[in-house]
Structure formats: structure tokens, C-alpha cells
């Protein structure tokens, strides 16, 4: 019992330890940087929450890891949210969980350990969630990208180079992840942005190498003024290659991959059954 009521004033006392930090954290950050307002938060409840502990996040994790952390919300296409919010949720859950956890697993008799782990848990799933949506659109831009490079440059061809018209065309019919971000490239070059810029915001907000390759092919043929049509339907022509040699690779890896599973469960049984009926016929005739 003693035991268990100095484990209630000792976690009591350092969760009142860690707000007043919070709170520190935040006054300074909101002296050093004036011009940096937490007006781009959202006005929901749960951000509200969080809006103690962002001015931590710029504390605890450096200017690269935050950038890394805006890019993988952009492959994931999560607008909801901005990257300070992000790791201030994973901040919480990891400092949070335990804290609130213990208090309460002291009242019920409940080891700290397994709120620590818990903690652990809601620091990384976040991560783990983000990484799942990252591999699932990736995974379908890669899937569409040669169809789409091939549409792309026929597109381009027919319309005399244009790109605006051909992004906005093929963008409206292809759909998809990969149609669904060229028709936002379409809709922002009619807006008034610069061309190379749309085209670099595609590859930024994918993240994928291929579709990087392409937008780079196109930004080449546009900056030397060669026939976009053209250098397109290259890559792609290219891309096609390249998707039939991994193919063959896969093949070839998958025949090395099964030759021991068949000559466990198909060779083996199969000498069993043949080698049997001579084995018996000759321990008969030494036994008799």
C-alpha cells in the first residue's frame, strides 16, 4: 500500500513536472518566433489539444526530420494535418500514455511497464499507418504509370505539344491516384503557376522514382526545346523495357525460389513411394 501511494505522488508529480515544461516550451517558442502563429492549426478539438505540444516538437526533433515527415504526409496524401502535428501526436501518445496510464495503473494495480510499452506502440503506429497508405498509392501510381506515359505523349502528340491541354485531358479520363494529381497539375498551370513547377509538384507530392524520371525527361525536353511527344514516348518506351526485364527477373527468381519446396514435397514423397515396395519386398526375403 505504501509502496503503490508513493508510485500515485511520484507519477502525479512528474505528469505536473512534464505541463509546466510543456507550458515553458511553448511561451519560449512563442517569443522566439512571433511571425510563426498557430493559425494554420485547425480549429478541432483534438488540435487544440495538441497546440501545447507542438512548440516540443520543435525542441525534440530536427529541421530534417520534420521536412522528411512533410514529404511522407504528401506521398500519403494527407492534407489534414501538417507535420508539426503529426509528431506532436506521436509525442504525446509517447510521453502521455505512460504518464496517464501509470496514475491510473497505480489506483488499479496495473505495472507501469505495460503503459510504457503502450507508449511505445503509439509513438511508432502513426508511422506504420502513414507507411501503409505511402505503399498502397505508390504501389497503384506504379501500376498505371507506363498506360499513362503512353496516353500522355499520344495526347501530346495529337494536341501539338501543349502540355496544359494534354495533362488536363488525361487527367480527366485516366483517373486513379496518378490522374487525380496531373488534373491538380492541369488545374494549378491554368492558375497561373509556372509550368515546371506543376510538373515538379507532381513528382514531390508522389514520391515515386519513375514518375520522378518522367517529369524530369519532360522538364529536359521543354528547358532544350526538343518535342516533348517524342522524349515522352521514349520513356515510356523505356519504362516498358524495364517492366519486362523486372518481370523476367521475378520469373527467374521465383523458379530458383520453388526448387527446394518441390524437392521436399514433391521429389521426396515421390522417391518414398517408389523406393517403398523394393525395401519391403527385400526385408522379406532377408527375414524368410
Aim: net charge positive.
Amino acid at each position: 500500500m505504501q509502496h503503490s501511494l508513493v508510485v500515485g505522488i511520484f507519477t502525479m508529480v512528474a505528469a505536473l513536472s512534464l505541463l509546466l515544461a510543456l507550458d515553458a516550451a511553448r511561451k519560449r517558442v512563442l517569443e522566439r518566433k512571433p511571425a510563426r502563429s498557430f493559425q494554420t492549426i485547425g480549429k478541432t478539438a483534438w488540435v487544440q489539444g495538441m497546440s501545447s505540444v507542438i512548440p516540443l516538437v520543435f525542441v525534440i526533433f530536427p529541421e530534417d526530420v520534420r521536412l522528411q515527415t512533410e514529404r511522407r504526409l504528401a506521398w500519403a496524401d494527407i492534407e489534414e494535418i501538417s507535420a508539426a502535428e503529426f509528431l506532436a501526436i506521436k509525442l504525446a501518445s509517447a510521453v502521455g500514455i505512460p504518464v496517464i496510464g501509470g496514475m491510473a495503473g497505480t489506483l488499479l494495480g496495473i505495472d507501469l511497464l505495460w503503459f510504457v510499452l503502450l507508449g511505445g506502440v503509439g509513438y511508432m503506429l502513426p508511422d506504420m499507418i502513414i507507411q501503409d497508405k505511402i505503399a498502397k498509392r505508390q504501389k497503384a501510381i506504379r501500376r498505371d504509370l507506363t498506360e499513362f506515359a503512353t496516353l500522355l505523349a499520344t495526347t501530346l502528340q495529337a494536341g501539338g505539344g501543349d502540355v496544359y491541354l494534354a495533362l488536363n485531358e488525361v487527367g480527366t479520363h485516366f483517373g486513379g491516384v496518378l490522374g487525380t494529381e496531373v488534373q491538380r497539375a492541369a488545374h494549378e498551370i491554368a492558375s497561373g503557376k509556372r509550368r515546371a513547377d506543376a510538373l515538379q509538384g507532381i513528382a514531390d507530392r508522389c514520391g515515386v522514382d519513375e514518375l520522378t524520371q518522367l517529369v524530369q525527361v519532360m522538364l529536359q525536353a521543354e528547358k532544350y526545346g526538343t518535342p516533348i511527344a517524342e522524349a515522352v514516348r521514349q520513356h515510356a518506351a523505356q519504362v516498358r523495357l524495364m517492366r519486362r526485364y523486372q518481370a523476367e527477373k521475378i520469373a527467374n527468381e521465383a523458379v530458383v525460389k520453388m526448387t527446394f519446396p518441390m524437392l521436399v514435397f514433391i521429389v521426396g514423397p515421390l522417391l518414398v513411394m517408389l523406393a517403398y515396395p523394393a525395401f519391403a519386398q527385400l526385408r522379406n526375403i532377408l527375414l524368410y
